[in-house]
């Protein structure tokens, strides 16, 4: 133990993985410092519905993480922020992290008063564009930091009404990007996944016909948070779907898209199963597949969805889908136990997307390397960890416990400095 | 169950994968193919099926599976699996050892089955009896200002080769035709007559409207349609010019604007024309067209050796000095003498294996499809 003060871990992405980097490593009396691209922090776990295996709202363990972070002195948090250099200093790392500008400040109190007086809207990030939200808005429910978002270059008269609307001044349309270094001694990149683009899929629908979504969309269409305020519609009439169709390892484990098997889809479609019989109970649900894993205890969420009435599982990835004239969806796939053609006619028709890592043709300060799949790769030589899916594709809960790992080996590396 | 009563046949797989087929292996099953395939039946789809089975080594299924030959190669599976195994270049592997082990005699079959290494052979045989023939017959002296090939080749010549020669041809495409009829009628009972079924088949051979429903090879449709319209009416052709000379008693060469001479370069030009598409794709298409094996190639480069020599020949009558027509013309019959020679064991032998296979297909199935 030397007596001079450590210096801080970095942490890049304020997911559920980062936040337990950060906190894990806080709260056993390290420095950190924790930087996120978006204005709030939550990440993915934030735009689920309810997660398996237990089926929690995210809100559960997001809300229990925030007041960790509220609490902990030793983490700086930096939303809306990027590192956007980052050179070797010594054992660590010094680098520069750029804010973007913070046209609302700590004073704002959430009133929401410069959300009613903006008149402009904007396709809501939060929800995948789905929707419309206001220019001047809370990023998402509960977002932390609680404070408003203002996308001033979507807001006609530059931001007069609304900075005039907010009685506590919290709005500084003169904010200008901010730009910090920092001597760091080991750096966790947690900079997560987005979703396989369902456009690059057009064989099955994705990009081409309305009402086939991603699954990404169906946990926003089933959240009360979400586009629809939680009623699972079609995106073209609105009308909730009677016949749903899930279509499984729709661009993975596929050499044309992406090669690997991300994991989670085939829980993420059984749960959506039981999210559609929770709302519409007469929907007919079925879900094409070439594997059904759903390894360890999630063996019991396969049992407890194929034993609904209404919900089939059919062996057999879907080939193709295709609008029909009277706005339904038609899907082609092989019914390997029958051995025939299995085509359906479907309302809506979700797209079981995999996980593709933010790391993946990315700008990388740090000279990460990724393994083919484009996954990060520690590199302790460096003091750079990779951590959640930016390491591999994975669920929350090994999400938190690698991350809870890399804590422990960020704050071993940095101890050497 | 032991492994006797699963009873893959010893061997199969290595066969398949040493032939072209080796990306089988990498199937998982998945059934993209199955379900993107246009021509497959709803109620017997492929080719996943066969993939399974090539993977495992149950050739003795493969080898009498109608499917086999009910898929055109037009690769839509291909193209969109997710493992490349290619489908689409197993299933013409599987034909080309359907091809090999049906063939009589059978050492025909392995002779054009490896014609990777034996086309020297297949050519340069044919080559070397023209050459002994007409040294035999004229010397290969060539005349000084040539009037018409007969001057090169008598046409008593001619008749004397081709006759046997497509006459053997046909009957071993016979006793191939019938052993896989019989083949596949072990696996399905039918019904119905199978001249009445023919008829329908043929009607789709003659437009290609099953190729036309294929996506990822769509020209190759063209390409194909030429090549057997100007086959058909290259042997018409050849059918109309033996009853002239024989029993009309034309003289010869026609003159150019003879109906005879008309339908000759009709069918000349739609083999360039045909020839020319199956190259170019072949040249640009990677999956869409699927690998090129000798089988493939072997066929493929004859039936070009015959067109451009076939062509060449016309006009060397005109445009070239006496010899060197004269060798092109050697060359020209050196390719068709090969072309008929190999034609039941070569890819050529499709044309029958798949309207055979097609007929079973609707006999097996009383409902058509």
């Given at each position: 133990m030397t007596a001079t003060k450590q210096k801080p871990i970095l942490v890049v992405g304020a997911g559920i993985a980062g936040m337990t980097v950060a906190l894990e490593a806080a709260e056993a009396g390290r420095e950190a410092i924790l930087v996120e691209k978006e204005p709030a922090v939550g990440g993915r776990v934030a735009r689920i519905h309810n997660y398996f295996p237990k089926m929690c709202p995210p809100a559960c363990g997001m809300e229990l993480n925030v007041r960790r972070l509220e609490k902990n002195s030793r983490i700086r948090v930096l939303t809306a922020a990027e590192v956007t250099r980052a050179d070797r200093s010594g054992v660590g790392w010094k680098v520069t992290v750029r804010q973007e500008p913070q046209y609302v400040n700590a004073r704002c109190t959430v009133c929401g008063d410069c959300e009613k007086a903006c008149a402009d809207t904007v396709a809501d990030p939060f929800n995948f564009g789905m929707s419309k939200a206001?220019?001047?808005?809370?990023?998402?429910?509960d977002a932390w930091p609680r404070r408003f978002v203002l996308d001033k270059d979507a807001i006609a008269d530059g931001g007069k009404t609304v900075k005039e609307a907010c009685k506590f001044g919290a709005i500084d349309l003169d904010a200008m990007p901010r730009e910090e270094s920092f001597d760091v001694s080991a750096v966790v990149l947690a900079t997560g996944w987005h979703p396989y683009p369902k456009e690059k899929l057009p064989e099955l629908g994705g990009g081409v016909c309305r009402d086939v979504i991603a699954n990404v969309e169906m946990e926003r269409l089933a959240s009360p948070s979400g586009p629809t305020g939680g009623k699972i519609v079609r995106p073209s009439d609105g009308n909730p779907p009677k016949r749903v169709a899930f279509v499984q390892c729709a661009g993975s484990r596929d050499v044309n898209h992406l090669a690997y098997c991300s994991g989670v889809c085939c829980l993420a479609s059984l749960k959506h199963a039981g999210y559609v019989k929770e709302q519409i109970p007469d929907a007919e649900v079925t879900i094409f597949y070439i594997d059904r894993r759903t390894p360890g205890r999630n063996e019991e969420v396969l049992a407890k969805i194929s034993a609904l009435p209404g919900v089939k599982l059919v062996k057999g990835k879907a080939g193709k889908v295709e609008s029909t004239p009277d706005g339904a969806l038609k899907l082609r796939a092989e019914d390997v136990e029958a051995g025939r053609i299995a085509e359906g006619v479907f309302d809506l028709v979700v797209l079981a997307t995999g996980m593709e890592s933010n790391l993946k043709g990315a700008a990388l300060p740090f000279g990460t390397a990724l393994d083919p799949d484009g996954f990060g790769l520690d590199d302790p030589e460096a003091c750079v960890?990779?951590?959640?899916?930016?390491?591999?594709?994975?669920?929350?809960?090994?999400?938190?416990?690698?991350?809870?790992?890399?804590?422990?080996?960020?704050?071993?590396?940095?101890?050497?400095? | 169950m032991s492994v006797s009563e699963l009873n893959p046949s010893a061997g199969f797989r290595e066969e398949l994968a040493a032939r072209g087929g080796a990306t089988?292996?990498?199937?998982?099953?998945?059934?993209?193919?199955?379900?993107?395939?246009?021509?497959?039946?709803?109620?017997?789809?492929?080719?996943?099926?066969?993939?399974?089975?090539?993977?495992?080594?149950?050739?003795?299924e493969l080898v009498s599976d109608p499917a086999v030959w009910l898929c055109h190669q037009c690769n839509d599976c291909t193209v969109r699996c997710p493992r490349d195994a290619k489908p689409g270049d197993v299933m013409q592997t599987v034909r080309s050892l359907v091809v090999e082990k049906l063939a009589a005699p059978s050492f025909m079959g392995r002779l054009v089955a490896r014609a990777g290494s034996t086309w020297p052979l297949l050519l340069g045989v044919p080559f070397l009896f023209w050459v002994a023939a007409l040294y035999g017959v004229n010397g290969l002296q060539f005349p000084a200002e040539l009037k018409g090939f007969r001057e090169i080749v008598p046409h008593w010549l001619i008749y004397v080769v081709f006759y046997p020669v497509s006459?053997?041809?046909?009957?071993?495409?016979?006793?191939?035709?019938?052993?896989?009829?019989?083949?596949?009628?072990?696996?399905?009972?039918?019904?119905?007559?199978?001249?009445?079924?023919?008829?329908?088949?043929?009607?789709?051979?003659?437009?290609?409207k099953r190729f036309g429903s294929c996506e990822a090879a769509s020209s190759r449709r063209w390409g194909h349609f030429a090549l057997?319209?100007?086959?058909?009416?290259?042997?018409?052709?050849?059918?109309?010019?033996?009853l002239a000379e024989t029993v009309l008693k034309t003289a010869t060469p026609l003159p150019l604007v003879h109906p005879i001479k008309l339908l000759g370069n009709t069918s000349a030009v739609l083999l360039l024309v045909g020839g020319a598409i199956v190259v170019y794709n072949r040249l640009i298409g990677g999956n869409r067209t699927g690998a090129s094996t000798a089988f493939d190639n072997f066929f493929l480069g004859l039936v070009l050796l015959l067109i451009v020599t076939g062509v060449l020949t016309e006009a060397g009558r005109f445009a070239f000095p006496p010899a060197l027509a004269a060798w092109v013309y050697i060359v020209h019959l050196t390719a068709a003498?090969?072309?008929?020679?190999?034609?039941?064991?070569?890819?050529?032998?499709?044309?029958?294996?798949?309207?055979?296979?097609?007929?079973?297909?609707?006999?097996?199935?009383?409902q058509g499809v």
């Open positions: 206001k220019a001047a808005r809370q990023f998402r429910p960890f990779v951590a959640g899916v930016a390491r591999r594709p994975e669920d929350v809960a090994a999400s938190v416990r690698d991350a809870t790992g890399v804590a422990a080996r960020a704050a071993a590396a940095a101890r050497r400095s | 089988a292996a990498r199937c998982y099953q998945c059934a993209t193919c199955s379900s993107v395939c246009q021509l497959a039946p709803d109620d017997g789809p492929f080719p996943r099926r066969q993939m399974a089975l090539a993977q495992w080594g149950f050739g003795d006459g053997l041809a046909a009957l071993a495409m016979l006793v191939s035709g019938v052993r896989f009829w019989n083949m596949l009628g072990s696996r399905a009972a039918r019904s119905g007559s199978f001249f009445g079924n023919l008829i329908p088949v043929l009607i789709e051979i003659a437009t290609h057997l319209w100007g086959f058909v009416f290259a042997a018409a052709t050849a059918g109309f010019a033996v003498v090969s072309l008929f020679v190999t034609f039941p064991y070569s890819k050529f032998a499709h044309f029958v294996y798949r309207a055979l296979a097609m007929v079973h297909e609707r006999m097996a199935r009383p």
